[in-house]
Structure formats: C-alpha cells, structure tokens
C-alpha cells in the first residue's frame, strides 16, 4: 500500500511569527498520526525557523521552487544545497503558478527535477490542465506531454523518490475542487504512463497527490480513491485545523 502524502504550499503567505504559529499548530495537531507523510512548504525566509519549530516531529518540510544549477550568478535563485542545509527534504516543482505567473517552461522543469533528484532531494512535480484544455478533451494530452517532459531522461533507478501531484489549474484556488471520480481518472491515466516509463512496479509504488482546492469537506472522497495518494494543499494548509483534519482523514484510509 502506498503511504499517503499530504503536503502545505503556504505559497507566499505567512511570515515570521505567523510561519512559526502556523507550523506549532499543525506540528501539535498532528503528533499522534504515524502512517501519513506530512509537510509543509513556508516561503524561502522562513525555511529554517520553520524547520527549528518542526525538529524532533514528524512533520517535514519543503520548499516551493528551487534552481536546477548548483551555484553561481544567478540572483534571486536558491540552489538544492541551500534548500538541503536549510533543513529540506521535499520541493515543490513545476507548479502552475510559477509556469503561468514566472513563465517557467517544461525544459526549466526537467532541469529542476534531474538537479533535485541528483541532491537528494524529493521533487513534488506538478501538472494539470486549464479550464479550457480539459473543456476540450486535451486533459490527458497535456498532462502526459508534462509529465514526459519533466522526467526525460529519468531512469527507473533515479525516478524512486519522485511525487507527482495533479493540480487542475482551474482548480486551484477556486474553491472548485475536481470530483473525485474525475481526479482519479487522471490519477490512474498518469500512472499508466508512469508505467509506460519505468514499468509496472515502479508505477504502482509512485504517489500522486491531488492539489485544487482540497478541503476538510472533500478530502475523504479524494483518499478514497484507489490512485489519490494524498494531497498538495494551499488555502486550507493556512489553518491548523483544517490541515490537521484533513492529515487525520489521510490517516484514516492508512490504518493511523
Ligand atoms: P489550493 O492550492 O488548495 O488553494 O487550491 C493548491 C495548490 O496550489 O497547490
């Protein structure tokens, strides 16, 4: 059985006192959950107070971009090493609002992906379509084009750690949620590919996480679906109670 994974994109929200409390909470909240993977993402400032609060628990953390190059003149950017001695496990790459917002192109992403997993560092790989690619039938098209891209070049052995997580566009943020039955169908249609790739075993251990407006309201539907293995949570990963409560639900389909 996969081991569910549920991650917070604080994306840029929260700072100093607030990104301590934020993570107290949910550190304290979630203390008595063992079979769940649980991590939060804070702005890069707040990386390692963030991590200080987290010592010592089970919650890990994340970053939310980082450079595929190493070092070197590169201002504004943030390496893997860096990330790495800032107490990170997990980066978030890929997602939606750095493809739209910071013009981030497929071929950027598989650099970040190759230098993520060559650091040792987990990548969260996020795809999913727009309102108006799904409205036309290229869900499937494009989710496959990005995921291909992203892990070009990525061998069986290397791709192991890899995480991919579903996002929706049209549902991030919008308090329009995919239905499970949907998000499930492209879950399974990625893990298809997944297999296409590095054969059938990899593909069953891969986890995919679903990110679009995830609630307390609609993640037990989503956990109850064979190929949801988790979640990437913005909005509600901002409360202590509801990311907590919605750890509590994962825990609930792994056993605690
Ligand atoms: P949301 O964001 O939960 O606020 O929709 C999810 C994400 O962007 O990862």
Known sequence: MRRKIIAGNWKMNM???????????????????????VLVCPAFPFLQEVGN???????R??????HWEPQG?????????MLLTAGCQYVILGHSERRLYGGETDEQIRKKVAAALAAGLIPILCLGETLEERESGQTQRVVGGQLESAVQGVSR???????????PVWAIGTGRSATPEMANEVHA??????AGLWGTDAAEKIRIQYGGSVTETNAFGLFSQPDIDGALIGGASLKPDLFSTIVLMGAQHTGG
């Open 15 to 37: 700072a100093g006192d607030e990104a301590r409390m934020l993570a107290q909470g949910i550190r304290d909240r979630v203390q008595s959950v063992r079979h769940v993977e």
């Open 73 to 81: 003149a590169f201002t504004g950017e943030v390496s893997s090493r």
């Open 61 to 66: 953390l994340g970053a939310q971009n980082m």
């Open 53 to 59: 609060v987290l010592r010592g628990s089970q919650v």
């Open 157 to 167: 052995e290397e791709m192991s750690p890899l995480i991919i997580a579903y996002e």
């Open 189 to 194: 249609f990625l893990r298809e590919r997944a």
